[in-house]
C-alpha cells in the first residue's frame, strides 16, 4: 500500500519560513507529478504548487515569488520552502502524487500556521 507522508508544517511568525517534506513509497517516483495543496479554515483545497515528471513548476498566484517547490527522486520527497510567510498562509498542507492514467494519493496533511 502506497504511503504519502508530509512532515515540516509548525507554527511560525509572519515572515519566516518553513520548508515541508513530503516521502511517496510509490516505485519510480521520478515519473509522477507532485503537487501541495493546503486548506484553510473554512475554505475550499487550494492547489499550491506543482512540479511534473518533466521538471515543470506552476504556482498559484498567492505564492509565487514566496514559495518554491523541488523533488529529490532518489529520496521519493518533494519539498515545498515557504518563505515570507503570511497569516494567511494559514491551513493544512497536503502532499499529492499522480500518476496517469489512474494513480493517485494524498498525504493526511501537516498544519502550518502563520502568527505572532
Known amino acids: 500500500q502506497v504511503q504519502v507522508v508530509e512532515s515540516g508544517g509548525d507554527l511560525v511568525q509572519p515572515g519566516g519560513s518553513l520548508r515541508l517534506s513530503c516521502t511517496a513509497s510509490?516505485?519510480?517516483?521520478?515519473?509522477?507529478?507532485m503537487d501541495w495543496y493546503r486548506r484553510a479554515p473554512g475554505k475550499q483545497r487550494e492547489l499550491v504548487a506543482t512540479?511534473?515528471?518533466?521538471?515543470?513548476?506552476n504556482y498559484a498566484d498567492s505564492v509565487k515569488g514566496r514559495f518554491t517547490i523541488s523533488r529529490a527522486n532518489a529520496k521519493k520527497t518533494v519539498y515545498l520552502q515557504m518563505d515570507n510567510l503570511k497569516p494567511e498562509d494559514t491551513a493544512v498542507y497536503y502532499c499529492?502524487?499522480?500518476?496517469?492514467?489512474?494513480?493517485?494519493?494524498w498525504g493526511q496533511g501537516t498544519q502550518v500556521t502563520v502568527s505572532s
Open positions: 510509490v516505485i519510480m517516483f521520478s515519473f509522477y507529478t
Open positions: 499529492h502524487a499522480a500518476r496517469e492514467p489512474w494513480e493517485d494519493y
Open positions: 512540479l511534473t515528471n518533466d521538471g515543470t513548476t
